[in-house]
């Protein structure tokens, strides 16, 4: 999902990348569907949960920010 926001954004390059929700939640679906051990209750839950923070705090768009975690290196 990164990658798609980094390839889909609108932002100048070096920006946060940012997309659609929409387009965001079009493609999860998509490619959490073609993994049989994803349940699409999980996938609604994890869409419902960035939804209400993305709407409340961000016009509707997405970015790594919001859904991308880097690992702390210990």
Known sequence: MKH????LTQDPEGGPARIPFETFSFVYRYLAGLDPDIMEMD???YLMGLKESVDSRKNGLIGLSDFYVPKKII
Request: glycine share 0%.
């Open 43 to 45: 996938v609604e839950s």
């Open 4 to 7: 798609v926001c980094e390839i």
